[in-house]
């Protein structure tokens, strides 16, 4: 495969020597930045997840924030997820949609104050709409990118790896909450949240002259738990039915086609850009929806495009990702199915680059 040409426009990471220094063996893009994919391998780096404790460098969830009189209100404005019960120090899931109801983002947003929010963003220029609101509605607000780099610590031993650098104190955080700790002076916000079905934390780590320090410290405690440098990982993510913005979705698909419609609140939720498309959409309900679909026979190959979902010889649906499983014993995958054939146990067949094969739409994804 063709190698990337560094350059100023394709950014590096606060954590970038870490993820070097640890052996990263592929990349993607991702707004923008360097986004690791492989450290060992794709399986190796799936059952090491799964056992032990991996840093993330996921800097590429870039910040969106929000701050001045009129914060809360822009924020309202971009989802259709009622926020008026959200607390400061709660993190919240939020589809963020345009005027027709389709999906731009899908993000986590984190409120740091009444009148400061951070919206840690999939991979879209979101920051160029959220601007053009702002400044459209003329709202009192500043909108920008802050030098703020998330840092995962994914894995069943992630509570013991963050109490050894930030104390036991740490382990009380909630899901989906967060608190203040210090390292070495500094407050870091540090979210019970993070990309993968194992549990972890996010750190969001103020100023790019910190991140190796921090990197470098919690590899040195983790040092006994078998802590490796690791990033979400494809077959996971698929297992548990974590979606990718731009790949499983996109500003084509409302947020009731991707499953979310148990975020968006369309009665309540009232200044939402794409509320009135959505009230439309409620009450119509989608005619496709994500599902999880099994995918017959040995493993499939990379999945870097849409492959048709077929049956009786018409198209009703595709797969946008898919991966071979070694703990479920089957390719795992996950496909926008028309409601024809959406119910769980339907049999279909998927156009794969190496042929066709058989596959069985699911109740529910693997984990």
């Not at 899931?93 to 731009?104: A, S």
Request: with cysteine; charged share 25%.
């Amino acid at each position: 495969m063709a190698l990337l040409s560094p350059s100023r426009r394709l950014r590096r990471t606060p954590f970038s020597d870490g993820v070097e220094a640890a052996g990263v063996k592929a990349y993607t893009v991702y707004n923008h930045m360097l986004l690791p994919t492989v450290f060992r391998s794709v399986e190796e780096d799936y059952h090491h997840l799964k056992s032990a404790v991996q840093i993330w460098d996921v800097a590429v969830e870039r910040q969106v924030e929000l701050r001045g009189p009129d914060a809360a209100k822009l924020m309202q404005m971009l989802t259709p997820r009622d926020l008026r019960g959200m607390s400061i120090g709660q993190c919240f899931y939020v589809p963020i949609v345009d005027e027709t109801g389709g999906m731009l983002n899908d993000p986590v947003a984190v409120k740091v104050a009444e009148d400061r929010w951070w919206i840690s963003i999939a991979d879209s220029d979101l920051l160029y709409w959220v601007k053009g609101i702002a400044n459209g509605w003329r709202l009192d607000v500043l909108v920008d990118e802050p030098d703020i780099s998330p840092l995962g610590i994914q894995g069943p031993k992630a509570d013991e790896l963050m109490a050894r650098v930030f104390g036991d104190a740490v382990k009380d955080i909630r899901f989906f909450r967060f608190g203040w700790f210090d390292f070495q002076g500094r407050d870091m916000l540090i979210a019970r949240s993070g990309y993968s079905k194992q549990g972890g934390y996010e750190i969001y780590v103020e100023g790019s002259d910190i991140g190796m320090p921090l990197w470098n410290a919690l590899m040195e405690a983790g040092k006994d738990l078998d802590v490796h440098a690791g990033c979400p990982n494809l077959i996971e993510r698929i297992e548990g039915g974590l979606l990718s913005y731009g790949n499983d979705m996109t500003d084509d698909n409302t947020p009731h086609e991707c499953g979310l419609g148990r975020f968006c609140d369309t009665q309540t939720a009232i200044g939402c850009i794409g509320r009135d498309a959505l009230l439309r959409v409620a009450k119509e309900g989608p005619i496709q929806m994500i599902s999880a679909v099994s995918i017959d026979g040995p493993a499939v190959p990379a999945c870097d495009q849409w492959w048709p979902v077929m049956a009786n010889g018409k198209r009703v649906g595709r797969i946008s990702s898919a991966a071979w499983s070694p703990d479920f014993n089957t390719n795992v995958s996950i496909g926008m199915v028309r409601m024809t054939h959406w119910d769980a146990g339907t049999a279909v067949q998927v156009e794969t680059p190496d042929g066709t094969r058989d596959a069985t739409v699911m109740e529910k994804f693997w984990i």
